[in-house]
């Protein structure tokens, strides 16, 4: 029996016009890692989730419309070792002012073909970004 955690998450792709990435860093953490978060009981699916923490997050506001599912993507937790986060990971737009809510400390826009030495949680280096650039 594996005594490895998994953690479920459903987390958000968002560019701007130049092609760039939002990435967001929580209060206590090193690393930068997707907008997101775990489902709770009342969403009623998983874009409701990513809706509801988006706002939570960054006050902006998704559209549902266009959401583009990239797939279920997997990797060792970027926070709780011994945990592997398993993410239905979507590219959304959003509408209104971005800025860092609740237990967000720092947002930053990256170039996914470009993310030199910045410290990346593995699930987006790894997974995520790759798969978005051409
Ligand atoms: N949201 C998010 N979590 C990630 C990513 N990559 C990654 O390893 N994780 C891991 O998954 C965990 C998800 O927890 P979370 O704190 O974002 O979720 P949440 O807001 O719903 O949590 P809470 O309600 O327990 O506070 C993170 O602590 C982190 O260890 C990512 O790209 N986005």
Same mark, same amino acid.
């Given at each position: 029996?594996?005594?490895?955690? #998994?953690?479920?998450?459903?987390?958000? %792709?968002? *560019?701007? =016009?130049?092609? *760039?990435?939002?990435?967001?860093?929580?209060?206590?953490?090193?690393?930068?890692? &997707?907008?997101?978060?775990?489902?709770?009981?009342?969403?009623?699916?998983?874009?409701?989730?990513? !809706?509801?923490?988006?706002?939570?997050?960054? +006050? /902006?506001?998704? @559209? @549902?419309?266009?959401?583009? *599912?990239? +797939? /279920? #993507?997997?990797?060792?937790?970027?926070?709780?070792?011994?945990?592997?986060?398993?993410?239905?990971?979507?590219? %959304?737009?959003? !509408? +209104?002012?971005? =800025?860092?809510?609740?237990?967000?400390?720092?947002?930053?826009?990256?170039?996914?073909?470009?993310?030199?030495?910045?410290?990346?949680?593995?699930?987006? *280096?790894? &997974?995520?970004?790759?798969?978005? %650039?051409?």
């Amino acid at each position: 029996m594996s005594s490895t955690k #998994l953690i479920r998450i459903v987390a958000a %792709v968002i *560019r701007d =016009e130049a092609g *760039r990435v939002l990435m967001v860093r929580k209060r206590g953490a090193e690393v930068l890692q &997707q907008p997101g978060g775990k489902r709770d009981p009342g969403d009623r699916d998983d874009l409701h989730t990513l !809706e509801r923490e988006l706002h939570e997050e960054l +006050g /902006c506001t998704m @559209r @549902r419309e266009g959401a583009h *599912r990239l +797939g /279920c #993507l997997s990797a060792p937790a970027a926070n709780e070792p011994g945990h592997v986060v398993e993410a239905e990971v979507y590219e %959304v737009r959003v !509408e +209104g002012t971005i =800025e860092a809510r609740a237990e967000i400390e720092e947002i930053r826009w990256i170039d996914p073909a470009a993310t030199g030495d910045l410290l990346i949680a593995r699930l987006s *280096r790894e &997974q995520i970004l790759p798969l978005l %650039v051409i």
